[in-house]
């Protein structure tokens, strides 16, 4: 049995000197968060919508911080306009996407976003980065904070329903 | 209170002047359209980031400016639209107390890049009751020259600071920044970092 996925995401974070960490709560970021929160390196912004997180990213650069953003899939579909910001001023940002409507998926309503998600950060310019493999997270989200923060771009890290489980209604 | 029937009559240009005046090495954010353009008439300078577009993410651009250099006061310029497609931020921002972030609404109750249409503070919504309830230490609606002047020190004082500046929607000369948003962010790094 490997490590934890989310401890993975934590040493990611931490390595690259991520600083400014964004998020909209999600039940398979549960344990991302709470190590964020609990980390004394780092400032957890909690979010109202995820596009405050782009504009977040953008304010942190400039100002000489690293940041992350933490959402769901269907905060994705929020974010695109102010992605427009991101990409036109080539700000790097490291986003790690968990999937709902991908994989057992018992709620409809989650279905129209979900199945969009990729489509939708492509079209923006995002560069996107599946992972399907519990065991690959670790190794894809270090990879993609190293192409974010060295390239200047905005890199989407998004980790199947499959890993994350889908959410039960019992 | 009838505070939202009071008609505006500030003066933008001059009140952007009066509070810029006594920025120092703060840094400037702008709200895309005349608080960009007011920003730039005042005077342009490399630490001022001005958007145009994002429309919503100036108060959440000063929010990661203010986080990430603590020790310096950061201003945001914005207008009554832009800051009323973001009022979820109010709320992240007071969650993170940052006391040198203050945000500067100039409300003239208008959109004014689109044709003058009235935005909802004409119809009685209160920014700074909004700022206040979310958890703003200093809030205030600015009517008159002298409430502004006793404001300006507050506005670098502890934060964070929201006022909404009631100002008329009188046309001024387009006075437009560099528009490039990757010029912007390479100059703003480099005046404030050392660095692009």
């Known amino acids: ?170 | 209170m009838s505070a939202s029937r009071r008609k505006p009559k500030l003066d933008r240009r001059k009140v952007a002047a009066e509070i810029l005046a006594r920025r120092g090495d703060a840094l400037v954010v702008t709200g895309l359209g005349a608080p960009t353009w007011d920003a730039a008439a005042v005077g342009d300078s490399p630490l001022n980031f001005y958007t145009w577009g994002g429309m919503g993410c100036a108060a959440m651009v000063g929010l990661g400016m203010a986080l990430a250099q603590p020790k310096r006061r950061v201003i945001v310029i914005t207008g009554d639209g832009e800051m009323l497609m973001a009022l979820g931020a109010l709320a992240t921002i007071a969650a993170q107390q940052p006391q040198n972030l203050s945000i500067v609404v100039m409300d003239n109750e208008h959109y004014g890049e689109t044709g003058m249409q009235a935005t909802h503070t004409q119809m009685g919504a209160d920014l700074a009751g909004m700022a206040k309830a979310a958890g703003f230490h200093a809030t205030q609606t600015i009517y008159t020259t002298a409430e502004l002047k006793t404001w300006v020190p507050k506005i670098y004082g502890a934060g964070p600071v929201f006022v909404a500046v009631k100002v008329t929607t009188e046309r001024d000369a387009l006075v437009l920044p560099p528009r490039d948003g990757t010029l912007l962010k390479f100059r703003f790094r480099e005046a404030l970092l050392g660095e692009a």
Request: charge should be neutral; charged fraction near 20%.
């Open chain 1, 1 to 170: 049995m490997s490590i934890n996925w989310s401890d993975e995401v934590h040493r990611v974070l931490r390595e690259q000197k991520v600083r400014q960490v964004a998020y909209v709560p999600d039940t398979g970021l549960k344990r991302v968060i709470e190590l964020v929160r609990g980390d004394k390196k780092m400032r957890a912004v909690p979010l109202t919508t995820e596009e405050e997180g782009i504009a977040l990213a953008t304010g942190a650069w400039l100002g000489g911080e690293r940041s992350a953003l933490l959402l769901q899939s269907s905060g994705v579909g929020n974010c695109i306009n102010m992605l427009g910001m991101a990409i036109e001023c080539r700000i790097p940002l490291l986003m790690l996407v968990t999937m709902r409507g991908q994989w057992g998926e018992f709620n409809p309503w989650q279905m129209p976003m979900a199945q969009a998600t990729a489509t939708v950060l492509t079209a923006m310019g995002v560069i996107v980065q599946p992972v399907a493999d519990a065991d690959d997270v670790g190794e894809t989200f270090a990879a993609a904070a190293r192409m974010a923060f060295n390239t200047n771009r905005v890199v989407a890290v998004q980790v199947a329903q499959r890993v994350v489980g889908a959410k039960e209604f019992k």
